[in-house]
């Protein structure tokens, strides 16, 4: 069972980010009165930034090896492409963007550099507490 948790946890929040971004109208119309219709277009990216670096972690939480990881990496990579042919394929009031696969990409690219980073200097402590 303690394999499976973090397949389990990876899945329902891909399923669920999935969702709201094939959904017409992901943000719900209480929290867009909220927000100034200026700053919706830069919540909109930054939710996407955020949600596939979040994502790179959750995959770097799985218990992979080296390559399986970057097959899980390269799939997510995947899913944004997937996601942005859908919603320009599928008429629902969305539009699939390239920028949108740029920043999703981006966002990939922060988990893994927030990984890498995390790794240093775990190591640097092992080596530190051995010393």
């Not at 799939?75 to 699939?96: D, S, W």
């Not at 966002?107 to 080596?127: C, H, N, V």
Request: with cysteine; charged share 20%; aromatic share 10%.
């Amino acid at each position: 069972m303690r394999h499976a948790l973090p397949f389990v946890v990876l899945f329902v929040f891909l399923a669920l980010w999935t969702w709201k971004l094939l959904e017409p109208s992901p943000v719900p119309e209480a929290v867009g009165e909220v927000i100034p219709t200026d700053l919706k277009y830069i919540a909109s990216k930054l939710a996407h930034l955020c949600g596939y670096s979040f994502l790179t972690l959750l995959i770097a939480w799985l218990p992979l090896r080296r390559k399986q990881f970057w097959v899980a990496i390269a799939l997510l990579a995947g899913h944004g492409i997937l996601t942005e042919v859908l919603q320009y394929v599928m008429a629902m009031g969305r539009t699939g963007k390239v920028t949108d696969v740029l920043i999703d990409w981006t966002g990939i690219t922060l988990g893994l550099l927030a990984l890498r980073l995390f790794s240093r200097s775990r190591d640097r402590r092992e080596r530190d507490t051995q010393a």
